[in-house]
Each structure stands twice: as C-alpha cells, then as structure tokens.
C-alpha cells in the first residue's frame, strides 16, 4: 500500500503522463544532437514544474520537499537529464523565494515559475569546486552598484537563462565573505564559455560564465551582505534530494527496461526471465532501489519539516541514491548483454546520465564529510 496521499498520487501520475509523452520519446535524439528542448521546459511550466517549491502568489506550485521528490523522480523516468535541469532551476526559483525581498520576488519568480526565462545556480569556480567557499570572483560596492569580476566553471543552463544566481566575495576570506546576487543575462560584461563536451547530460549546456565588470544594481543582492554561502548552501539541501530523485527515476526506467528485455529475449532453450539467477539479480536492484527511494522520501520530509538533521540527511540520501541507482542501471545494461550498450535502447544514456549525479552539487565524498561532521558535531 502506497504511504502517498491521493494529491501525491495525481501528482506522480499526471508528471509521468508527460514524462511519457513529451521527454522520452525524444530522449535519445536530444543526447545525440545535444539539443536542449527549452519549449518542452515550458510546456512543463504549465503543469507548475517551473516553481515547484515557490509560492503560489507569484505564480508558484506551493508544493513541498516531498512533492518535489515525486516530480522529479518520475519525470526522470523520461530524460535524467531534463528532469535534472529542472531540478537546478527550482533550486534558484526557490532561493529567491525564500530569500527574496517582495519587489525581488514579483520581478523574477513570475517569470521564473512559467519559465518564460530560466535560471542557472553559479557557485563553482575553476579554481573551488568542493572547497567552494574558496570562491574568488568579487563584488566590489561601487555607489548603487557592485562590480562583479570573476569566472564560473561548470554552470548548467549557461548561455540560456534568464538570470544567474551567483555567489561572489563582498568581504574577506571564507564562508561569511561571500554574498548572492541575481544577475540577469543581459547585463553588460557577461559572457559565456563554448557548451562543454561531456559524458552525459547532453541535453543540457554546460558553460562558463564570465563576469568581466558586470555591473549589477544593490537591489540585485539576495538577503545581506555576508549571507550569500549559507543560502547557496540552504538551496543544496533540496537540490540533493532533486538529483537523488532524478537518480531513482532513470534507474527505474533502467529496471523496467531490463525486465520487459529478458522476458522477451531466448537463450539456452528458455526465457532469460526463467533464469534464476537473474531473476535474483533483478530482486537485488529493485529491493536496493526501494531503500534508497525510503530514504529519498525521509529526507525530503525531514527538510519539509526543518528538521536539524534535514542537511546530513539530504547529504545521506544524495550519496546513498545516486551510488545505488547508478549501479542499478548499469546492471541493466549488463543485463540488456550487447544490446545495452548500443543507443538505440537507451540504457546506456542512461548510465551516463547517472554517472555525473555522484559529483555534482558536492560530489559524493564531500556527502560522507556532511554525515561524519554531523555525527562527530564537528563545525567544520
Ligand atoms: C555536468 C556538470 C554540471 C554542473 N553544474 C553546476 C552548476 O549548475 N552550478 C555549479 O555551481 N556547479 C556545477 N557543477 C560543478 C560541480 O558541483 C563540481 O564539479 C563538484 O562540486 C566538484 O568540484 P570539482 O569538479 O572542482 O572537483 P574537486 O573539488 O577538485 O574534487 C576532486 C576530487 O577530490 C575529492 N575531494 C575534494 N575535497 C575532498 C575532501 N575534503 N575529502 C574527500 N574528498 C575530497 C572530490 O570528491 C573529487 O573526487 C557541475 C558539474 C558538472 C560536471
């Protein structure tokens, strides 16, 4: 028996009615030509994908942790790597809610929520990745103005949104010197790297983003100075549960696939289904992927109720579900035998997809650093 409500139900319905009919039958053809199906975003936004976590007077969903866990699972049942984008989005969207004073949140949530424009999240930096309150690129206060110089690495949606949260140093060394801004895409001074050849995540761009004396007005500056690291670290809270989950909806859709493959496919004078062993093989991955989904659906409702332990359960889940859906799917392939490797089946994009879910929004042993501060009650 399901522990969802009927509200949560009609939600992961109607997100997989459209994961189903809008992102997984072009899925592959998206990865191939690394296309990135903004239109498709939008047409989400319909459905209140693009403020899953924002307030409904400014055109959010209103909807929790919890309900954001759903979403983002099923719609990775269509395109991991969709699904993810949509995660990184809700993440800004959510900060400005949160942090955002009312003229912030009328001037960007609006259109943020209907996903008139996107919106990409900028703490990485060549040079700070893990450590990334190390971060280098500064705001320097010039009258009504801050004058941002600096270099983001790795930054999803680059070059296609709208704006562009960005963490830069207002004061001194570490976390308490660093402040968030919102920038907008056509401020004067930004620039954007080449869209990076990568693995997986093909139909999403990865940029650069350049901040060559980009001037951007005080009104721009999300909550005070100094403050800018806690929210860039309150918004990884839920962006973990939303990479853990997007993890759990493609090796899902990994499991389904390798199911419906050996039920279909002969070898030795049988079904492959009737083999034993890879009957136990498929209990394995769908009994582990069920532990991983509890623990999900645990700390999203941890972090629904701010729990304190919420961030090291959050970090508990993201190392936890994207370790164990990663090796789901690429048992799937092994179990698809040469066809899994081959793109027209889908399986192996998916492994890629997957891969890039154990190093992104803190790489995995920087989740193990999360939990082992939490269980020593260390501070750093
Ligand atoms: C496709 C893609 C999309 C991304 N999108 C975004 C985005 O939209 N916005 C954004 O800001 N960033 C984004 N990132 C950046 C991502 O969050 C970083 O790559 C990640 O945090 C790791 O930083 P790094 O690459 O500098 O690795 P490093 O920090 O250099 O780490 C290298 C290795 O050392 C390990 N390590 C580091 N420190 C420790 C430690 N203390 N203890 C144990 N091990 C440690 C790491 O786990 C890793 O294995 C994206 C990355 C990729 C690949």
């Known amino acids: 028996m399901s522990t969802l409500t009927e509200d949560q139900l009609a939600i992961v319905e109607t997100t997989r009615d459209f994961a189903r009919e809008h992102l997984a039958p072009h899925a592959i053809e998206w990865d191939r030509t690394k296309h990135f199906p903004v239109d498709v975003l939008r047409k989400g936004a319909d459905l209140g994908l693009g403020g899953i976590n924002v307030r409904e007077d400014v055109g959010g969903s209103g909807l929790s942790r919890l309900d954001a866990a759903l979403i ?22 959510w900060m400005i809610d949160r942090h955002g004073n009312p003229e912030q949140r009328h001037r960007w949530l609006p259109d943020l929520c209907a996903m008139r424009g996107l919106a990409s999240y900028c703490l990485t930096e060549p040079g700070a990745g893990s450590d990334a309150a190390a971060l280098r690129t500064r705001a320097v206060r ?78 721009h500056r999300l909550g005070a100075e100094g403050d800018g690291f806690r929210m860039a670290m309150g918004g990884l809270n839920g962006g973990r549960i939303g990479i853990a989950a997007c993890s759990l909806g493609g090796a899902g859709a990994a499991l389904d696939a390798a199911v419906a493959h050996l039920t279909d496919r002969e070898a030795f004078g049988a079904k492959l289904i009737d083999a034993q062993a890879l009957r136990f093989e498929l209990a394995d991955m769908a009994t582990e992927l069920e532990a991983a989904r509890t623990l999900v659906r645990h700390a999203a409702s941890c972090l629904d109720q701010g729990d304190p332990a919420a961030p090291q359960l959050c970090a508990m889940a993201k190392r936890f579900a994207t370790d164990t859906a990663f090796s789901v799917a690429d048992r799937a392939l092994q179990l698809h035998g040469g066809y899994g490797y081959l793109a027209d089946y889908g399986i192996e994009k998916i492994v890629r997809d997957l891969r890039v879910h154990r190093i992104l929004e803190g790489t995995n042993e920087i989740m193990r650093v999360i939990v082992a501060r939490g269980l020593i009650g260390a501070t750093r």
């Open 72 to 93: 983002y699972e099923a719609l990775a049942g269509g395109c991991p790597s969709i699904a993810a984008y949509y995660s990184i989005h809700n993440m800004v969207a």
């Open 142 to 219: 010039d009258g009504d103005h801050y004058v941002l110089h600096g270099v983001k690495q790795f930054i999803s949606g680059a070059g296609s949104s709208a704006v562009y949260a960005v963490m830069a140093r207002t004061g001194g060394d570490g976390a308490d010197g660093i402040s968030a801004f919102v920038v907008e895409a056509d401020s004067p001074g930004l620039s954007f790297g080449a869209n990076e050849l990568k693995m997986g995540w093909n139909a999403q761009p990865t940029r650069q983003v350049v901040l060559d004396g980009v001037r951007v007005p005080v009104s």
